[in-house]
């Protein structure tokens, strides 16, 4: 598909695109794109989504947001606007593969190349990993809290930013408390489960290796993870309470911060989170460009409880949609396995309908 200097820039937007974070690394987005009528979707693949938990179909909608902010910012800085609006519930049933089309899109007018936006952009993108070890003490000035929120100010977000100081104890135990929720759920945890890659000297397409969570392990460990917390052996890793060990892990972690924050959404409905996930994208990209990393802790959401317990902590009235750890890493993360761009962006003439009017949102 690379027949238009559209195409040729979609194509390569598509390639930079997917090294966008999601839950489980699962990469839960597809492009379906007619070149006939030059107007594409963006959709959920169903293939790929997860499932385990009712709580993830946020968890999807987020992920596709900040792929989509990505996918815009390459285009854009290629020369094309797009324009693009949130398809109806007939357009939702309509795509190949019953993938859920979400937002259709169309590109404006070819403009200027900003060469150098896009190579900043990409080497971004590149070196953008999601460390889960510890960070420095560095602070966050109130230039980069002002910086932050503006960022999000275009999305129905609203922001919130807390401090190791005056949170981080009551977090670390609100993810002692119900972290290992996500082992006592069968489901979950075997859906988590078939995302951890044991072998690293094999090409994954997604997913995460120990070393994604833990940094440099050795044979012996991944030996006794892959045997310990194995789904089929769900009771007795309970009985030793090695879930239990885990989540003392990942509080220890917490409690260090240096920094946290939540984002609540200020409007019901699917769209709204999707935009939420764009604001989130805009997000994510200015902390790397200051060198910082983020950590989501996606337990203290994902589960009704300990989101209550977590608005509670916060002070909050709403209920988080997503919450993280974050600040500047000690060490640099390291890359997890990625989908090959052709199987995101599909060439699907037979479920496009003639465009509808668009507007810029």
Not at 51 to 57: D, M, R, V
Not at 59 to 77: K, Q, V
Not at 104 to 115: A, K, L, N, T, V
Request: proline share 6%; charged share 20%.
């Amino acid at each position: 598909m690379t027949h238009t200097a559209f195409e040729q820039t979609l194509t390569e937007a598509v390639k930079l695109a997917r090294l966008a974070p999601s839950s489980h690394n699962c990469q839960p987005w597809a492009i379906h794109f007619d070149p006939v009528i030059h107007c594409g979707y963006l959709a959920i693949d169903n293939r790929r989504k997860l499932t385990g938990l009712p709580s993830l179909e946020r968890e999807m909608l987020l992920s596709c947001g900040i792929f989509f902010y990505i996918l815009e910012a390459l285009i854009r800085s290629r020369g094309y606007e797009l324009h693009w609006r949130w398809c109806d519930e007939q357009e939702q049933q309509k795509l190949a593969g019953n993938d859920r089309a979400l937002i259709r899109f169309m590109p404006g007018p070819e403009q200027d190349h900003q060469s150098d936006a896009f190579a900043s952009l990409s080497e971004q993108l590149e070196q953008r990993h999601t460390v889960r070890s510890p960070y420095l003490r560095t602070a966050l000035s109130e230039q980069q809290r002002d910086e932050l929120q503006a960022l999000l100010k275009p999305y129905p977000v609203s922001l919130g930013i807390f401090y190791q100081q005056t949170h981080g104890q009551a977090l670390a135990g609100l993810t002692q408390t119900y972290a290992g929720q996500d082992f006592a759920n069968k489901a979950a945890w075997r859906e988590t489960y078939s995302y951890i890659r044991f072998d690293e000297r094999r090409q994954y397409e997604d997913g995460f290796y120990l070393h994604n969570l833990f940094g440099p392990v050795s044979a012996g460990f991944k030996h006794f993870f892959k045997m310990a917390f194995h789904p089929s052996l769900n009771s007795l890793t309970n009985l030793l309470r090695l879930p239990d060990k885990m989540a003392k892990g990942l509080a220890e972690l917490v409690a260090c911060g240096p920094h946290y924050l939540s984002l609540n959404v200020s409007k019901d409905g699917d769209e709204a989170m999707f935009r939420a996930g764009i604001g989130l994208g805009a997000l994510w990209l200015r902390l790397q460009q200051w060198g910082w990393a983020m950590h989501p802790i996606s337990v203290l959401v994902q589960h009704d409880n300990a989101r209550q317990a977590l608005a509670e902590c916060l002070s909050q009235a709403e209920l988080p949609v997503f919450f993280a750890r974050f600040g500047e890493p000690e060490i640099a993360g390291s890359p997890a396995p990625r989908r090959h761009w052709q199987s995101i962006l599909l060439s699907d003439t037979q479920s496009f309908a003639e465009p509808k009017p668009t507007q810029r949102e």
